[in-house]
């Protein structure tokens, strides 16, 4: 499935990790990877090119504590949400997590499905925030700043609230095709003055600004009874 997110789940337990990656990748949802190590995360992150969506930390690492970690990541400017794993439950120790920056605490043994639903709930969350930064094609996508960079070419692109709505609504259906009606009611609300020939102008003129040949889409495509977008077509 295109679009899944790359998530980081940093913890020594090879049995626990194993399994989290394992749990992460059968749904399609995320593109998981691990770290046994704060050296080893640190690499990994440090990687260009390389975007996690968000971090799964254990607090106790063979060379470090996850907390301290997360301080340090937070304080080299790193935005991402990141959930701390824990075999503590005590409130000094789920103070000092968040105090470092986490977003979320979870103690150990977790279920689950709950563990999913925290993630995707922070996931939400960052993508409406300001800070949140998507890649299609050849573009930094930045929703809040209504704005595509083009690095390569250090273009920017000016996007409308609705091209904006439209992008970011599309690429959270993860490569999935979106009928026209349902982005319709997404983008403008039930509002029955607006038909989707608006939805369709509204593709139109975006198609314009993005697809280097606005006849052969390769990013926005129509498909399904509506349109798919392909983050990852060049």
């Keep these: 499935m295109a679009n899944r997110h790359p998530v980081l789940v940093i913890d020594d337990d090879l049995a626990l990790r194993t399994e ?7 749904g399609g949802e995320f593109a998981p990877d ?41 304080l080299s400017g790193l935005k991402i949400p990141i959930i701390i794993l824990t075999g503590s439950g005590a409130e000094t120790d789920v103070v000092r997590g968040l105090d470092a920056g986490a977003n979320d605490y979870i103690t150990k043994p977790f279920r689950l499905n709950e563990l999913l639903a925290r993630l995707r709930a922070q996931l939400r969350s960052f993508e409406s925030s300001e800070d949140a930064v998507f890649t299609i094609g050849p573009y930094v996508f930045r929703p809040a700043a209504k ?5 390569i070419k250090n273009r920017r692109i000016r996007l409308t609230d609705k091209e904006a709505s439209i992008l970011k609504f599309l690429y959270r259906a993860a490569g999935r095709p979106v009928a026209r009606q349902v982005l319709l009611n997404e983008v403008w609300g039930y509002n029955a003055a607006v038909t989707t020939h608006t939805l369709e102008t509204h593709v139109y003129r975006l198609r314009q600004k993005i697809e280097p040949d606005p006849t052969s889409s390769k990013l926005l495509l129509t498909e399904g009874g509506g349109y798919r977008l392909d983050p990852a077509a060049t």
């Excluded at 770290?35 to 390389?50: C, P």
């Design 20 to 26: 989290l990656i394992e749990q992460l990748a059968s």
């Design 34 to 74: 691990g770290a046994q190590s704060i050296e080893e995360a640190s690499a990994k992150l440090g990687v260009v090119d390389t975007r996690f969506d968000a971090i799964l930390l254990d607090v106790s690492l063979p060379d470090g504590d996850g907390r301290d970690f997360c301080k340090k990541l937070r």
């Design 147 to 151: 704005q595509l960079l083009e690095p």
